[in-house]
């Protein structure tokens, strides 16, 4: 499944969810790395 995440103020990254933390951040996969950060809430058109 592919997640978005926040990193500083304004730095997002997409990749594939590797886990969640209990913290309420989730871990990320992009290639060969891994990012943590918060997710982006997701929003539903109207």
Known sequence: M???ITI???VSVQGVLVS???NG???IRV???TYEGFPVST????
């Open 8 to 10: 500083g103020s304004c």
């Open 20 to 22: 969640k933390l209990s």
């Open 43 to 46: 929003k539903i058109a109207a």
């Open 25 to 27: 951040k989730i871990r």
């Open 31 to 33: 290639g060969e790395k």
């Open 2 to 4: 592919l997640r978005t």
